[in-house]
């Protein structure tokens, strides 16, 4: 056909018309036919009709040729004119320079083409850059405001006299397969914001872009400061640090506890930081390491200190709430991910190895059936929560040989005495930190945080009028008098003081009918407890009682002494198989909860994510008129100093048993 057509188009420029029609009539049988039919009865002239598109089919070869000339020529002159670095989509550097364009370009220009997205953005980059929509949660608002973005595929700019472009590579596979691909960056597909960048600048040399590298990384760190970066771990099966949360600096002084050990945690850190105790962990062959363990009961502070710890630092903070974690292998691939400065967050460490423990102590007792009853409350508490994270494997990545050095670990427990010593030893845990009730002082100080005027000294905005700052003291005062030391938790007393958020008045009027009513539900509480253990030690009793009694009369029956060694082998022997039943039992069950985990991996998965973001809002939901967080079996000691890997002792002074407040 091509052939036909370039004929059809040389006899035309040569208006030579009877030797292309006997031509053509040579190549295609029936050409002459059909050229009188079209002379007659549409009267065109086919030869000239052909000629036509052999001409048009030339100049769009002609064309694409030269488009692809073009874009060598202009490739050449981008290589020959311009030095330029390419930054991979997973780096760090990557999200960096988005931010600053988004910021300094892209806004700035007021572009027209924007992207839309109704869902959490993954990547921190193009959150910093979001227009803050609050969500009205007052009218029920269930949909997620809608965000608009700059994109772009190309951008060009002038950053300190010099011209950068900035391209943006799209590597996702269908668009490069489909019509879309001749189709400009910004419209082919919204960014996800880890997308491959090359910086390009005019010119030979690639300094220039080294010091606007330099400025994209100071100017992120700068932002950083108002934010803490919480990466979690969303999907087990992704096996990565996936989810990025930016969540407000808390600083350390929202965080009451004992003023002395707060000074001493945080000098601590800072000397571990420092550049010098690097060197001198790496030349005495010490691992560069930090632990540290948060204890005590609920809602006194462990994740807020950690969060706060995080932003004073400057350290992202990578979550890890133990009961969640699949398994042994995810644990230590999330680990070996880890960057070597950070500080990770181990939450509910009592959750590892509970099985061990549960076991072991089984194999220990005597008397079996006297087993559950000695288990006391919390232990049934501790039981609750669950991880198929063995104790091995945590102990493994805190300090096994693949593990990264430089980092922080801070693990949390409610139940800090049940724990495994060979968790806590130096080394792993070099210093335990007790967070307890508050005291009066930290109460006192809890309340002018809460109604004192915000950082840049405005009032609340939902509090038209701010009390002058005596009247608010002598109100602090009042109120803190009527809270017992040593009873309620932070958490309690913020509970407390956000029903009264509008009315510091109210909050120091009413406080003292609250703090009644608290304690009355914390005695009845207590005597519930207390009638609970006596009728469990009745019982005991009264199961001994019987059993001796069962034995008396089987030795009645038994004369001589090889009567009654063969009793007690038979005893024995009926205790070995009711044990091997017992275990046989138990491992059934285990199977049992190792198929129904991985049924519920997805939605455990879920509520994982639920929790995490929970955690990290207010902590209202921890604040319940029910009087929890009382415990009766304080540690001896709320910070123990241990000593480090060589067997030197950490340096942080003995402190008292209430770690809240108790200094002041
Ligand atoms: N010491 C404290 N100072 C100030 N606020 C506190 C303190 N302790 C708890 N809170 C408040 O109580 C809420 C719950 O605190 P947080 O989650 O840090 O407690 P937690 O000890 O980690 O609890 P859990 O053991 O249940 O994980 C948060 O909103 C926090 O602001």
């Given at each position: 056909?091509?052939?036909?057509?370039?004929?059809?188009g040389t006899?035309?420029?040569?208006?030579?018309?009877?030797?292309?029609?006997?031509?053509?009539?040579?190549?295609?049988?029936g050409?002459?036919m059909?050229?009188?039919?079209?002379?007659k009865?549409?009267?065109?002239?086919?030869?000239?009709?052909?000629?036509a598109?052999?001409?048009m089919?030339a100049?769009?070869t002609?064309?694409?040729?030269?488009?692809?000339?073009?874009?060598?020529?202009?490739?050449?002159?981008v290589?020959?004119?311009?030095?330029?670095?390419s930054?991979?989509g997973?780096?760090?550097l990557?999200r960096?320079?988005?931010n600053?364009?988004?910021?300094?370009?892209?806004?700035?220009?007021g572009?027209?083409?924007?992207?839309?997205?109704s869902?959490?953005?993954?990547?921190?980059?193009?959150?910093?850059?979001?227009?803050?929509?609050?969500?009205?949660?007052?009218h029920?608002?269930?949909?997620?405001?809608?965000?608009?973005?700059?994109?772009?595929?190309?951008?060009?700019?002038?950053?300190?006299?010099?011209?950068?472009?900035?391209?943006?590579?799209?590597?996702s596979?269908?668009?490069?397969?489909?019509?879309?691909?001749?189709?400009?960056?910004?419209y082919?597909?919204a960014?996800?914001?880890?997308e491959?960048?090359?910086?390009?600048?005019?010119?030979?040399?690639?300094?220039?872009?080294k010091?606007?590298?330099?400025?994209?990384?100071?100017?992120?760190?700068?932002?950083?400061?108002?934010?803490?970066?919480?990466?979690i771990s969303?999907?087990?099966?992704?096996?990565?640090?996936?989810?990025?949360?930016l969540r407000?600096?808390?600083?350390?002084?929202?965080?009451?506890?004992?003023?002395?050990?707060?000074?001493?945690?945080v000098?601590d850190?800072?000397?571990?930081?420092?550049?010098?105790?690097?060197?001198?962990y790496?030349?005495?062959?010490i691992?560069?390491?930090r632990?540290?363990?948060?204890?005590?009961?609920?809602?006194?502070g462990?994740?807020?200190?950690?969060?706060?710890?995080?932003?004073?630092f400057?350290?992202?903070?990578?979550?890890?709430h133990?009961?969640?974690?699949?398994?042994?292998?995810v644990?230590?691939?999330l680990?070996?991910a880890?960057?070597?400065?950070?500080?990770?967050?181990?939450?509910d460490?009592?959750?590892?190895?509970?099985?061990?423990?549960?076991?072991?102590r089984?194999?220990?007792?005597d008397?079996e059936?006297?087993?559950?009853?000695?288990?006391?409350d919390?232990?049934?508490d501790?039981d609750r929560?669950?991880?198929?994270c063995?104790?091995?494997?945590?102990?493994n990545v805190l300090?096994g040989v693949?593990?990264q050095?430089?980092?922080?670990?801070?693990?949390?427990?409610n139940?800090?005495?049940?724990?495994?010593?060979?968790?806590?030893?130096?080394g792993?845990?070099d210093?335990?930190?007790?967070l307890?009730?508050?005291?009066?002082?930290s109460?006192?100080?809890m309340?002018?945080?809460?109604?004192?005027?915000?950082?840049?000294?405005a009032?609340?905005?939902?509090?038209?009028?701010?009390?002058p700052?005596?009247?608010?003291q002598?109100?602090a005062?009042d109120?803190s008098?009527?809270?017992?030391?040593?009873?309620f938790?932070?958490?309690?007393i913020?509970?407390?003081l956000?029903?009264?958020r509008?009315?510091?008045v109210?909050a120091?009027?009413k406080?003292?009918?609250?703090v009644?009513?608290e304690v009355?539900?914390i005695?009845a509480?207590?005597?519930?407890?207390k009638?609970?253990?006596?009728?469990k030690?009745?019982k005991?009793?009264e199961?001994?009682?019987r059993?001796?009694?069962?034995?008396?009369?089987a030795?009645?029956?038994?004369?001589?002494d090889e009567d009654l060694?063969?009793l007690?082998?038979?005893?024995?022997?009926?205790?070995?198989?009711?044990?091997g039943?017992?275990?046989e039992?138990?491992e059934?069950?285990?199977?049992?909860?190792t198929?129904?985990n991985?049924d519920?991996?997805?939605?455990e998965?879920?509520?994982?994510?639920e929790?995490?973001?929970?955690k990290?809002?207010?902590?209202?939901?921890t604040l319940?008129k029910?009087?929890?967080?009382?415990?009766?079996?304080?540690p001896?000691?709320d910070e123990?100093n241990?000593?480090?890997e060589?067997?030197a002792?950490?340096?942080v002074p003995?402190?008292?048993?209430?770690?809240?407040?108790g200094?002041?």
């Amino acid at each position: 056909m091509n052939s036909i057509l370039a004929l059809a188009g040389t006899s035309l420029l040569n208006n030579d018309r009877s030797t292309s029609a006997e031509d053509l009539e040579q190549r295609i049988p029936g050409f002459s036919m059909l050229q009188d039919f079209f002379k007659k009865w549409l009267r065109l002239d086919l030869t000239t009709l052909l000629t036509a598109a052999a001409l048009m089919g030339a100049a769009s070869t002609g064309a694409q040729s030269m488009q692809e000339t073009g874009s060598k020529m202009y490739w050449w002159i981008v290589r020959f004119l311009t030095a330029s670095i390419s930054i991979a989509g997973n780096d760090r550097l990557n999200r960096e320079v988005l931010n600053w364009l988004g910021a300094h370009v892209l806004l700035k220009k007021g572009t027209r083409i924007l992207t839309a997205n109704s869902e959490s953005i993954r990547n921190d980059a193009w959150s910093y850059r979001r227009v803050s929509q609050e969500r009205n949660d007052y009218h029920h608002e269930k949909r997620m405001p809608v965000q608009y973005l700059p994109t772009f595929g190309t951008t060009w700019f002038i950053h300190k006299r010099n011209i950068f472009m900035v391209r943006r590579i799209l590597t996702s596979s269908s668009h490069y397969n489909s019509a879309w691909a001749r189709t400009p960056d910004e419209y082919a597909g919204a960014p996800e914001g880890d997308e491959p960048l090359v910086i390009m600048c005019l010119g030979r040399s690639v300094e220039p872009i080294k010091r606007f590298l330099n400025t994209c990384r100071e100017f992120a760190d700068k932002q950083r400061e108002a934010y803490i970066t919480v990466r979690i771990s969303k999907r087990s099966y992704d096996e990565t640090w996936d989810t990025t949360i930016l969540r407000p600096l808390r600083p350390l002084q929202t965080v009451h506890f004992d003023e002395k050990i707060k000074e001493s945690l945080v000098a601590d850190i800072d000397n571990y930081l420092d550049v010098n105790t690097r060197k001198f962990y790496n030349r005495r062959g010490i691992p560069y390491r930090r632990g540290f363990l948060l204890y005590g009961p609920p809602g006194t502070g462990k994740t807020s200190l950690s969060l706060a710890l995080a932003g004073r630092f400057g350290l992202e903070l990578y979550l890890l709430h133990m009961p969640s974690v699949r398994d042994d292998s995810v644990l230590e691939k999330l680990f070996t991910a880890l960057p070597p400065r950070c500080l990770v967050l181990l939450e509910d460490i009592d959750a590892v190895g509970i099985k061990r423990r549960s076991r072991n102590r089984d194999d220990s007792s005597d008397t079996e059936s006297d087993d559950d009853s000695d288990k006391s409350d919390s232990d049934s508490d501790l039981d609750r929560g669950r991880s198929n994270c063995t104790l091995s494997g945590l102990l493994n990545v805190l300090d096994g040989v693949a593990s990264q050095e430089g980092r922080i670990v801070l693990m949390t427990s409610n139940f800090a005495e049940k724990l495994d010593k060979a968790l806590v030893r130096p080394g792993r845990v070099d210093k335990m930190l007790y967070l307890g009730h508050i005291s009066q002082r930290s109460s006192e100080l809890m309340f002018l945080r809460m109604f004192g005027p915000d950082a840049d000294g405005a009032a609340p905005a939902d509090r038209a009028v701010q009390l002058p700052q005596d009247q608010l003291q002598q109100l602090a005062l009042d109120f803190s008098k009527h809270i017992l030391d040593d009873v309620f938790t932070p958490a309690q007393i913020q509970g407390y003081l956000l029903n009264y958020r509008d009315s510091p008045v109210d909050a120091a009027a009413k406080v003292e009918s609250w703090v009644q009513e608290e304690v009355r539900m914390i005695e009845a509480a207590k005597e519930k407890e207390k009638k609970a253990a006596e009728s469990k030690k009745k019982k005991r009793k009264e199961r001994k009682r019987r059993k001796a009694a069962k034995l008396a009369e089987a030795m009645r029956d038994y004369d001589s002494d090889e009567d009654l060694e063969e009793l007690r082998q038979r005893m024995k022997e009926e205790k070995k198989k009711k044990k091997g039943q017992k275990d046989e039992t138990e491992e059934k069950v285990e199977d049992k909860d190792t198929t129904e985990n991985k049924d519920k991996d997805k939605a455990e998965d879920e509520e994982k994510d639920e929790a995490s973001s929970d955690k990290l809002d207010t902590g209202n939901a921890t604040l319940g008129k029910t009087p929890n967080g009382v415990s009766d079996d304080k540690p001896a000691k709320d910070e123990v100093n241990a000593a480090d890997e060589n067997g030197a002792a950490a340096e942080v002074p003995e402190t008292k048993t209430n770690g809240v407040g108790g200094g002041h």
